[in-house]
Structure formats: C-alpha cells, structure tokens
C-alpha cells in the first residue's frame, strides 16, 4: 500500500531534469528494457556509477524473459524509495498482468512463492508507475512510441493511468508503438498493438510541443542502441544477450547538463553454464 501512495502522488507525465542541484557526477543514465536479467542490471550499475552518484531513468519493462525479475524489480523499487529524486521509473508494456503472465513473470513467482500474491502486489503497483518523463523540457522518455490520439504532453497528462495496459488507445500506443525509418505517416504494427510511426510524425510531435528529441525503449537492437528520424528517435536496450541467446550488447545513455548525449554500450555480466552464443538477426520478440 505505502509503494502504491508512493507512485499515486506521482504524474503520469514526470518531469524531470538532466542534472540534479548537488548531484556528484551531473550526468542522467537512461536505460532501457532490463527484463529480469537482474546480474546484468548489477553491470549497468557497476559500469554506469550507482544511485545516488548517478541519476537514473528506467524505461519500463522490469520482467519477463530474465530469470529473475522478482530481484531485478525489488531493487530497482527500492533504489528508487531510497533515492526518490534520483531514480525514475516508467512503466513498460509488460507491466501488465496479460503480458507478464505469459511470458514469464507469474511462473517465476509462483515458483519462488508457492502462491500468487507476490504476483498480485507487483502488478497491482505497475498500475502506478509514470508512463512518461521529460527531461529539461526538451527530451520526451517513454517506453514504446507516439500515438495518432496524443499531439501534446498535456494529452499525455490527462491519462488515467492507474489500469491495466489496454489493448487499443493512447495509453496503449504509449507503451507499444516504433518508429519506422523508411514509412511516413502512421502504420499498422506487426506486434497487433500501437501503431509505427514515421518521420513526419516524429517531426510534427516535436514541432508541437518545443521538443529535441524522443528517447524510448521497447525494441531489441543488436548494438544496444539505434537512433532513427535524423537522430531525433532514439531506442535504447539494456538487456545484453536478450533472453539468454541473442548475442547482442546492450547500452545506456548519459545525458549532462547540456543535453549532450553519449552512449555506453556494454556486454553481460561474466557467468558460468551459459551456452556460447553467436551475434546474429534474432528472432523477432515482443
């Protein structure tokens, strides 16, 4: 109930800002997909400093597909009630009871619990969870992408968003959509939720609202970042060797004070009983 209030107080559209007044190191790590890959998570931390001397804008998308997404989401919740100003936590689309029971998250706690409930007070607290934030006024962090039914951050403001993820709307296209680098205008996704979005599109939402670019997560990518629309989309992906087999590295992105932005990439955490893997095109993943 207290993480509940916790996040209820917080915005739906969080605002924050690239350097905090007293921050160490004024940098911003911007992070993407995790999905349970908790040891990895531990190496983002190791290579990209760790709260508080490092700020931190989590993208969503805690569990699933990892193997421990319980410790991956339990310590980045605390971190961020320890920390309150210096991580934020956006909600992905597999916070979502649909989605994490399918792919992974129900089992591991039912397995780890013996019951359901561990599962129960974990989604219902995703309900919470910011579903964007917006750093200096200038760069626009969500987990997925743009939607036909939002032209300005104040419709993203007006969302309610203390539900479930919905299969079709604003708050669904938030959470689900990509851009498309070859295709203008909006399209039909592959994923059967949101929509992609093209350059126009990316041009248009700026314009509107005084922007510089778009940050987001949500897309496997095999060198942990890729930045689409004349660099004003940006995707990044922090889960190295995804799902345990797909060879790709993983990144995060720095910003400082001056908005300039730079990109760590980084490989998984040294383990042992892991099949060697090979960096091929994957298979494509939600």
């Given at each position: 109930v207290y993480f509940m209030f916790f996040f209820f107080k917080q915005k739906t559209a969080y605002e924050i800002s690239a350097c905090l007044v007293g921050s160490e190191m004024c940098i911003r790590d911007r992070c993407g997909d995790i999905h349970g890959q908790f040891w990895d998570l531990l190496e983002l931390f190791r290579i990209g400093g760790k709260p508080p001397d490092t700020n931190y804008l989590f993208l969503g998308d805690y569990v699933d597909r990892g193997f421990h997404s319980v410790e991956t989401f339990s310590l980045i919740i605390a971190l961020k009630v320890r920390y309150r100003d210096r991580v934020t936590i956006l909600r992905g689309n597999h916070e979502s009871r649909e989605l994490n029971k399918a792919y992974g998250f129900y089992d591991e706690c039912l397995r780890k619990y013996s019951n359901e409930n561990v599962w129960k007070y974990f989604t219902d607290l995703f309900f919470y969870l910011p579903l964007t934030a917006l750093?200096?006024?200038?760069?626009?962090?969500?987990?997925?992408?743009?939607?036909?039914?939002?032209?300005?951050?104040?419709?993203?403001?007006?969302?309610?968003?203390?539900?479930?993820?919905?299969h079709e709307g604003p708050m669904c296209d938030l959470l689900w959509s990509d851009p498309d680098e070859n295709k203008p205008g909006w399209g039909l996704s592959p994923r059967g939720a949101g929509y992609t979005f093209g350059p126009d599109i990316t041009d248009q939402f700026l314009h509107n609202n005084k922007l510089k670019m778009v940050a987001r997560a949500h897309q496997l990518v095999m060198d942990g970042y890729n930045q689409n629309h004349d660099k004003k989309v940006v995707t990044i992906f922090s889960a190295p060797n995804y799902c345990y087999r797909c060879g790709n590295q993983a990144a995060f992105m720095e910003v400082d004070d001056q908005l300039k932005q730079n990109y760590m990439q980084f490989d998984p955490a040294p383990r042992t009983n892991e099949p060697q893997v090979t960096r091929r095109a994957p298979d494509y993943f939600l």
């Open positions: 750093i200096d006024g200038q760069i626009f962090c969500l987990h997925g992408g743009l939607s036909p039914s939002i032209d300005t951050l104040d419709n993203v403001r007006q969302l309610n968003r203390i539900q479930d993820v919905p």
